[in-house]
C-alpha cells in the first residue's frame, strides 16, 4: 500500500468564520471596483471651452467642441494637446479639466520674427525657427536660400539681430548663398534696399569693425561690403 500523505494541521485549515470573512473581503472589493466604475463612465465632459489662434483649422476646433459628453475616464489631454500642436503658428498648448466637467483647450500663437517664401507665398517664423502660418505679405527679415528647418532659420534670425544691433539699421533680408556666405541687406525708413552686406555665421573681426564705424556715423553703407574676412573689408559702390 501506499502510504497516505500527512493530515493537513487542523490550525491551518480554513474554519467556517475564516471563510465568511474571505468571501466578505472579496464581495466588499468588487463592489468597490464596480462603484468606481460606474462612477467613472457616469463622470462626463458636460462643457468644452476653446481658445485657439487664427493657426488652428475649423475643423480641429469643431472636433474638440464635440468631445461635449465624453466619459472623463477615456479622455485624453495628451491626444487633444497633439492635435493642436501639429499645426504651424501654434506655440504653446493648455489642455485642462476643470473641476466637475468642463474641458478649456487653449492654444497660442507664435510670435512671427521673420518669413521664409513657401510656394508662392510667405510663411511666418517663429523666434526657435519654426515656420508658421502663411502671411499675406513677406515680414522682415525674408529669409531666402535656406531650408525649411528650424535649425536653420534659428541661424538666419540670429545674424539678422547681430546686425541690426551691432549697425541700428533694420535688415530686410538674410540670403543664404554658401555655408560661409550669408547677404544681409539693410533697408531704409521706406523698406527700400540700403546696401548690403556679405557675412560669416558667427561674425568675423572685419564685421565688428565696419559696423562699430556703421553705427558711429564714420563709414558709409555703399551698395555692397564683404565682411567675412580677418584681416580686411571689401566694399564697393556708393549711395
Known sequence: ?????PPFPARL???PSRRRRVRRRVLLFLGVVAAVTLLALTWRVDRVVVEACDAVPTGTIVSLQALEGTPVILLSLERIRNMLEIW???VAVEARLVLPGTLRVTARPAVTAGSLRWARGW????????????????AAPEL???????????LGLVVAQRLERATGLDVRSVRRILPDDLEVVFADGDE????AVHVTPDGTTAETW?????????????????LRATDRVVAGGSR
Not at 1 to 5: H, I
Not at 144 to 154: D, I, K, M, V, W
Open 13 to 15: 485549515r480554513p474554519t
Open 88 to 90: 504651424p503658428g501654434v
Open 1 to 5: 500500500m501506499s502510504s497516505l500523505p
Open 144 to 154: 531666402l536660400g535656406f531650408e525649411a528647418e528650424p535649425q536653420e532659420l534659428r
Open 123 to 138: 510663411r511666418s517664423v517663429a523666434p526657435d525657427g519654426r515656420v508658421g502660418v502663411r502671411l499675406p505679405a513677406p
Open 210 to 226: 565696419w559696423t562699430a564705424r556703421r553705427r558711429g556715423g564714420t563709414a558709409a553703407i555703399g551698395t555692397w561690403a564683404d
Open 192 to 195: 527700400r534696399p540700403a546696401g
